[in-house]
């Protein structure tokens, strides 16, 4: 009698699993519909009157002449100037309205062509004026009224340095790479 | 069994062993199939953490509105906690209320813009923004002001520096664009 007490106790309870699948099996197409298919990123913009503390710009004025790069984006290319002179201005001039510094890539293209503009130029530009300036971290931008956003976005990553990845840089407060130019943008509005 | 004479030995043979089979069968009782969950509760298990995962490492999560196209960008700095605000050619939602409505042009509606501010999005952001802030007084920190824009490829930058200002005024104090990260 005691062995077959023993044997019904060894027999074998499964779990039902039934329950738990059918939560699981819920759960995937819940988490799946929360989560985010492209990655996101962000560029974090300045407003003008917190472009630079006023210590900030005391200490400059001691180390060197602030470079103050602007960069306008036109419908017909960019204008770019620096330390209040526009680059490409008739002599004498400190801007030439008619003329851009950077003119487009692609000038039969639409406005909404993304890639009229010429970014590897204005790049170069940026990395021209870094290689004078390499503190300066912090570039003015303004359009006209009806620049697109993405263009906004593609010259601010121009100006950044397109191989930049500043990301980690910043939350690590280490110094950022020699690729990166002007990662630090304040958007003006109508500025030239 | 007139066509049997014309299978060739292997076929018969065959013939054979299945009719054999069925006979042993008959005598037996029918087997039940049993599923192996084990297998499959492990694959579960494993997609369930990667998903809870992803899903907790954003501390925003980004749900574009209908026929918004986020902008393309080489930047690779991830997304900070801050307020959304959504520009669609369709309008502006902030607060998941669509407050103001863009032209076919893509300009925002003149009747509610003056002089740069767009009165029922400042109205809107104001109350969050108190709302917010007595949180952080509450709570014992510092209120960042951080807006999150989450704007269109083809949004004009006329109506970006007028959402900028409108900010501005509600006391926002820094500005992200959020972008889609370009592989590569």
Redesign the interface.
């Known amino acids: 009698m005691a062995r077959k007490k023993k044997k019904e106790e060894e027999a074998e309870v499964e779990a039902n ?1 039934l329950p ?2 059918n939560i ?2 819920l ?2 197409p819940a ?2 519909l ?3 298919i ?10 003008p009157k ?1 472009a630079a503390s006023a210590n900030q710009k005391k200490t400059d004025k001691k180390e060197e002449k602030p470079l103050d790069l602007k960069v306008f ?1 036109m419908e017909d290319g960019y204008r770019v100037s620096a330390s209040g002179q526009q680059e490409g201005a008739d002599a004498g001039k400190s801007a030439d309205s008619n003329r851009p510094t950077i003119p487009l890539a692609n000038s039969s293209a639409d406005l ?1 062509d ?1 890639t009229r503009y010429d970014y590897a130029a204005l790049e170069a530009k940026a990395k021209e004026y870094k290689s004078l300036f390499p503190n300066d971290v912090t570039v003015k931008i303004s ?8 263009v ?3 010259s ?2 121009a100006l ?1 340095g ?7 840089t ?1 939350k690590s407060g280490e110094q950022p790479p020699d690729d990166c130019y002007f990662w630090q943008p304040i ?1 003006e ?2 500025a030239g | 069994m007139a066509g049997s004479e014309n299978l060739t030995p292997e076929q018969i043979a065959f013939l054979k062993k299945k009719k054999a089979k069925a006979a042993a069968r008959r005598g037996k009782p029918e087997e039940e199939a049993k599923l192996g ?1 084990t297998s ?2 492990d694959i ?2 494993i ?2 953490v990667y ?2 995962k ?2 907790a490492s ?1 501390p925003v ?2 749900n574009p509105t209908a026929g918004q196209k ?11 906690e801050g307020m959304p605000l959504f520009v669609a050619p369709s309008g502006i939602t902030f607060n998941d209320k669509k407050l103001v409505t863009l032209t076919p042009d893509g300009d925002i509606d003149p009747a509610m813009v003056e002089n ?1 501010l767009i009165g029922p999005l400042y109205d809107a952001m104001a109350e969050e923004v108190d709302k917010a802030k007595q949180m952080a007084e509450n709570q014992n920190r510092e209120w960042e002001g951080r807006l ?1 824009l989450v ?8 109506a ?2 007028d959402i ?2 409108t900010a ?1 005024r509600a006391e926002f ?9 370009r592989n590569g």
């Open positions: 699993l738990v699948m699981m099996f759960l995937i988490l799946l929360a989560m985010e492209a990655a996101m990123a962000s560029i974090n913009v300045s407003p917190f984006i909404e993304y359009a006209e009224a009806n620049i697109p956003m993405q906004v976005v593609s601010m990553d950044a397109t191989t930049c990845k500043i990301g980690k910043i958007v509005a109508g | 969950m499959l509760m579960v298990s997609i369930v998903l809870l992803s899903y954003d999560v980004i986020i902008p393309m960008s080489a930047a690779d700095a991830s997304l900070t740069h999150i704007g269109d490829q083809r949004l004009k930058f006329s970006l520096v900028m200002y501005g104090t820094q500005y992200a664009f959020c972008v889609i990260r």
